[in-house]
């Protein structure tokens, strides 16, 4: 799987965007990239995933740059139950491997 | 909640013991999972079901010991643990390769 690099922590405002970066520079055509987050001592959680297109839920957005080489996961509105470690992986298509790094811990502060 | 359940979710052990970890998942998945998160590290993928068939075993020692009955159900057997093997054992499951949905965690400690 192709490594990803991520701020290793990040603060933002309660009620702002908050904007998460990662690098994907070595991902391949057939890769995914999936973003999860954990709160302290809980399962991660899914928020959203893409191959190339921008794609957004009710969680978050995730814009992915037309070369794929990066993307940005964006909170529209950061709550304090936003503050977790947030994971972006890149995972091989039809792969079960879902390879976990160390996350960018986000805390938002009121 | 997830459709992903897991007990005990806290589990206190000596290296001696035998003790099982369960997972159960009600999302109609086929494929399911065990992580182990030790403290500081990231998540490390221990096995992978799919259709009660182990696919992926990395590497883990036999003290570790997973059993899939169904595609419901996951367990994962415990004996003669070490205090290193204390962690947040995590258990997920997926539709085929699809997105993968996680459980809350057995916070277990070795004594």
């Known amino acids: 799987d192709a490594k990803t690099t991520q701020p290793p922590s990040m603060d933002c405002a309660e009620g702002r965007a908050a904007n998460l970066p990662c690098n994907h520079s070595?991902?391949?055509?057939?890769?995914?990239v999936y973003w999860y987050r954990q709160i302290h001592s809980q399962g991660p959680q899914y928020i959203i995933h893409?191959?190339?297109n921008n794609e957004t839920n009710e969680m978050a957005s995730l814009i992915i740059t037309e070369d794929r080489k990066s993307s940005t996961l964006i909170l529209p509105h950061a709550t304090l139950r936003d503050t977790a470690v947030y994971y972006c992986?890149?995972?091989?298509?039809?792969?079960?491997?879902?390879?976990f790094g160390a996350g960018t811990t986000v805390t938002v502060r009121a | 909640e997830t459709g992903v359940t897991q007990t005990p979710r806290h589990l206190v052990m000596g290296m001696t013991n035998k003790k099982s970890l369960k997972c159960e998942q009600h999302?109609?998945?086929?494929?399911m999972y065990w992580y182990k998160q030790s403290a500081k590290k990231p998540l490390e993928l221990m096995f992978v079901?799919?259709?009660?068939?182990?696919?992926e075993n990395n590497s883990v020692p036999s003290r570790f010991s997973p059993e899939c009955p169904n595609s419901s159900h996951l367990f994962l057997h415990l004996h003669t643990l070490q205090p290193e093997d204390s962690a947040l054992y995590l258990c997920?499951?997926?539709?085929?390769?699809?997105?993968?949905?996680f459980g809350p965690g057995t916070r277990l400690t070795v004594l």
């Open positions: 992986i890149v995972r091989v298509a039809h792969d079960y491997k879902l390879s």
């Open positions: 893409g191959l190339k």
């Open positions: 079901y799919n259709f009660k068939e182990q696919t």
């Open positions: 999302l109609g998945h086929n494929a």
């Open positions: 070595t991902i391949s055509g057939n890769e995914y």
């Open positions: 997920a499951s997926s539709y085929g390769t699809d997105t993968q949905y």
